[in-house]
């Protein structure tokens, strides 16, 4: 692991602030069970970003610990529209990164951010930080202070 350089690192790194060291890995930090092997913690402690496209075309970035899998219709419940998975140009358009390095930092990437209630039984978690092989370190706390989210109830 090294301190970021790739641009889309150094742009996160830059809206995070020197709090929130970003470091890059040799190994790909794409998927939550590629970022726990290249951290070294557990696939639960991981803060997958996922973004999705609601029925108006608004972008949704749902935050959920690694291990579990997102119930697209407790998200559409809670925003009160459909969602759908959002395609590769979608999410680069909306947010500004590729898939596998949306970082969770709030309503500067989504205008409805939600975040996994289960992320609060962490002492630390690990997100995505502009590539696939970047991440940086949070508490759930600051997790939910950086995003402006919601807490909520979005897995099965």
Known sequence: ????????????????????????????????????????????????????RSASGRSVLVVASGVNR?????????????????DADFVREATGFSIGGVPPVGHAIAPIVLIDETLMEFEAIWAAAGTPNAVFRLTPAELLALTGGTLAAVTR
Request: hydrophobic share 50%; charged share 25%.
């Open 1 to 52: 692991m090294k301190p970021a350089s790739a641009p889309s690192a150094l742009r996160v790194q830059a809206a995070l602030g020197p709090r929130y060291p970003v470091l890059e890995f040799d190994a790909s930090t794409r998927t939550a069970d590629e970022a726990a092997a290249a951290i070294g913690c557990t696939v639960a402690e991981i803060a997958k970003s996922l973004v999705f």
């Open 70 to 86: 997102v119930d697209e219709k407790k998200v559409a419940a809670l925003i009160g529209e459909r969602i759908g998975r959002a």
